[in-house]
């Protein structure tokens, strides 16, 4: 996938799709840009807004046009985007998901050194299936005050995440993939996705594969997080678990998260929310969205640029002298951003 | 002071499940501790094994008449399901409401301090209905039935519950957001329970984002009423924060009947060298039979039990592998009855 990759023209640079998106967006993304180029990473952003008006072609504020710079690129980067309230258009995060189908939500979730949690020895990867699910959107009202929801799962979709899980741990070193299920209770919907991971771990014997039942995983995850490696699981549990585990680090505002979409697609993003509270305030922590660009540049294998991104991001925080309020500093993400490049 | 009524000293029959695995090691236990404190109890036994086809029409009858159990693991059979015996018996008595209490023994180090959460769970609809079908090969769908009537007794359970135990907040999880008519519905109920306590307060939390403040901060929390599945995932989380499966109390309860056990784990029934070595942790179940007690209005009874498992916590000599000891089950028993007033 990396060789068919667009190059702009003039130079050897990878193309990438940014959308800075709404709220504190514009300003971690400016982090993520000024810290790229200081790194010297070979990358030419093609940003992308969102829209004022609805687009006909997409039903919603993201144009046409953008989700083509993203399948054209086939690597993106997506800051956090505010759904406006009202009716007649999609979720923005929504209309992405489907519009690419991305498939898999991958949050690698490791205790950053230096900033102390109760949890200190978290190494692990989650991947959730991201289409369909209790996800699927099917409900219906039986008779009043009786509503019935659908669990849909696919072999096709179960498949085709856990190839993934199984390719992504092969090819970073990884030991073990445990499937979270509910298959005990759930024994077709679940059973059917256990069979897929059976049936995928065969191909890969250097891996360890074994299941675990969610609510086990629950109890398991915070006595001992070190027991998991890489996990992969259905929307909901993973829903679940990738915001538990998130937890487990110290929050949305330091995660990495990237999507996996059909045809190698992967638009890496940080999971929190546009913060409108501090908005253009320079105060907001930029670690989640520049940690999700450490995880696209790990997919598009560049990985001396990678790990030197990581690593400032990781010595800044470490050191403690330069950290957003959020993480109890009083830095304003330009001196925290400065403070990265002069670690790089 | 309690002042009973002429006549309450009476012994109570009480069915006991010892049940598979460490669960005859377990209830042992605890019928030891209520011999020792000569509790106004008498247990009628009964031989139930997860491997069976269904609950003998006997041990039915007997909870029917006793109105209470106490019971060990059962064990879900491979391919499990809505026939396990578990679940038969949380349907067939229609116990619709699971607790489990989910709190910091004192002395008993664990990542968190001050837990003490009640999770308060939809026992008999949602994704446990069991209805499951393959539309075509390869793609096979699950129901999850949310109904008004059910949503609105276990509501009213815990807001019930919230009340009589001094309780000050009530938080409903759900994701609503995604699931918009099923856990809608859910809320709905909640939100018009929650109308009939002023006293109480009453908050939503969809059930990512409660997962992750579970772990990061868990003193936010008091009682909290769940759908089926979310309530399963939300205990376990909540009993691994405060100190592990094995320490935590709990029971089902219907209108008529109650079934006490340990709390966030009705299908643990250990492993093989727990059981060979005797050394499963008694302490959830003594603590539930603690629950029990209080449940048949012997408060005495239960205060006693209570203090003498949390002297034997507190003093840290004699506990289980699961808490970071050495010690048998009956090393721990017999330490408890040491302690009893
Ligand atoms: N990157 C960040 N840096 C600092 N604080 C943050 C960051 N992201 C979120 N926060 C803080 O966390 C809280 C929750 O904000 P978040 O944006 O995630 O949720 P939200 O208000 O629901 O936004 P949205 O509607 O876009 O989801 C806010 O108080 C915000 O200030
Ligand atoms: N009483 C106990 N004594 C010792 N260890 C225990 C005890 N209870 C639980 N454990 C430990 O915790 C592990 C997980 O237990 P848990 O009770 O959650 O089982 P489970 O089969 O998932 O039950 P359920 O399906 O009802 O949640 C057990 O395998 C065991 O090692
Ligand atoms: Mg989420
Ligand atoms: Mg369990």
Not at chain 2, 184 to 199: D, I, K, N, Q
Not at chain 2, 228 to 245: E, R
Request: aromatic share 6%; glycine share 8%; charged share 25%.
């Amino acid at each position: 996938s990396f060789l068919n990759r667009s190059f702009s023209s003039e130079s050897n640079l990878i193309r990438a799709t940014l959308f800075p998106g709404d709220g504190i967006g514009p300003e971690i993304a400016d982090s993520v840009k000024q810290i790229f180029k200081v790194a010297d990473v070979p990358i030419e952003w093609e940003e992308h807004f969102v829209g004022t008006e609805i687009d006909p072609r997409t039903q919603s504020f993201l144009t046409w046009e953008s989700l083509e710079s993203v399948r054209r690129n086939k690597v993106g980067l997506k800051g956090p985007m505010a759904t406006p309230i009202g009716k007649g258009h999609r979720s923005l995060n929504l209309t992405l998901r489907k519009e690419l189908n991305l498939y898999a939500n991958v949050r690698p979730c490791y205790s950053l050194p230096g900033y102390k949690t109760k949890y200190d020895d978290v190494d692990l990867i989650t991947i959730r299936e991201n289409t369909e699910g209790e996800y699927s959107g099917l409900e219906h009202q039986v008779v009043r005050g009786v509503v019935e929801s659908l669990k849909i799962i696919t072999r096709q979709a179960s498949l085709r995440v856990a190839e993934y899980a199984f390719y992504y741990a092969k090819t970073h070193g990884r030991q073990r993939v445990s499937a979270i299920h509910k298959a005990n209770i759930m024994q077709k919907t679940d059973g059917l996705f256990l069979k897929c991971c059976r049936e995928v771990a065969e191909k890969y014997p250097e891996i360890t594969y074994e299941e675990v039942v969610i609510d086990n995983c629950c109890m398991m995850l915070v006595k001992n997080p070190a027991l998991f490696d890489v996990l992969v699981m259905p929307n909901l549990y993973g829903d679940i678990i990738s915001d538990l585990c998130a937890g487990l680090i110290g929050g949305l505002g330091l995660t990495p998260s990237c999507n996996i979409g059909e045809g190698g697609i992967a638009l890496a993003e940080a999971v929190h929310g546009s913060a409108p509270d501090i908005a253009g305030k320079n105060l907001a922590n930029p670690t989640a969205l520049l940690l999700s660009s450490v995880t696209m540049l790990r997919h598009l294998d560049l990985h001396d640029k990678a790990d030197r991104i990581q690593d400032a991001v990781l010595k800044t925080i470490a050191e403690g002298k330069y950290r957003t309020g959020d993480l109890g500093g009083k830095s304003t993400t330009s001196e925290f951003t400065k403070a990265i490049c002069d670690h790089l | 002071t309690y002042m009973p009524r002429p006549g309450d000293g009476s012994p109570r029959p009480v069915t006991l499940i010892p049940g598979d695995g460490v669960g005859p090691l377990v209830t042992g236990a605890v019928e030891q501790v209520m011999d020792a404190m000569h509790a106004p109890v008498y247990f009628e036994k009964y031989d139930v094994y997860g491997d069976m086809k269904n609950v003998p029409p006997e041990v039915l009858e007997s909870i029917k008449k006793n109105k209470v159990c106490l019971k060990g693991g059962l064990r879900t059979p491979v391919g499990g399901g809505v026939s396990s015996l578990n679940m038969i018996l949380r349907k067939e008595l229609d116990l619709y409401a699971s607790l489990v209490h989910c709190f910091n023994l004192p002395g008993l180090p664990t990542r968190h301090e001050n837990v003490d959460i009640v999770v308060i769970r939809e026992n008999t609809e949602g994704e446990y209905a069991g209805l499951e079908h393959e539309v075509i090969p390869g793609v096979v769908e699950s129901l999850k039935v949310i109904t008004k009537f059910c949503s609105e007794r276990i509501a009213k359970y815990a807001f019930e519950y919230a009340y009589l135990n001094n309780r000050k907040k009530v938080t409903a999880v759900h994701k609503a957001n995604i699931m918009k008519l099923a856990d809608g519905l859910f809320l709905e109920s909640c939100r018009e329970v929650a109308s009939h306590y002023p006293t109480i307060q009453y908050n939503e939390m969809i059930v990512d984002n409660c997962s992750m403040q579970l772990v990061s901060k868990p003193e936010q929390f008091d009682v909290m009423v769940t759908p089926n599945l979310y309530g399963n995932l939300i205990a376990n989380t909540a009993a691994g924060i405060a100190g592990g499966t094995g320490v935590m109390p709990g029971g089902n309860v219907g209108a008529d009947h109650a079934i006490f056990e340990q709390g966030a784990s009705a299908g643990n029934v250990g492993n093989e060298k727990l059981l060979e070595q005797k050394k499963a942790n008694p302490v959830a179940l003594l603590l539930s039979s603690a629950m029990m007690l209080r449940h048949l209005q012997f408060p005495s009874f239960a205060d006693r039990l209570e203090i003498a498992v949390m002297r034997v916590i507190e003093e840290g000599k004699y506990r289980t592998k699961d808490l970071g000891g050495h010690s048998t089950t009956q090393e721990v028993v017999d330490a408890v009855l040491a302690n009893l007033d």
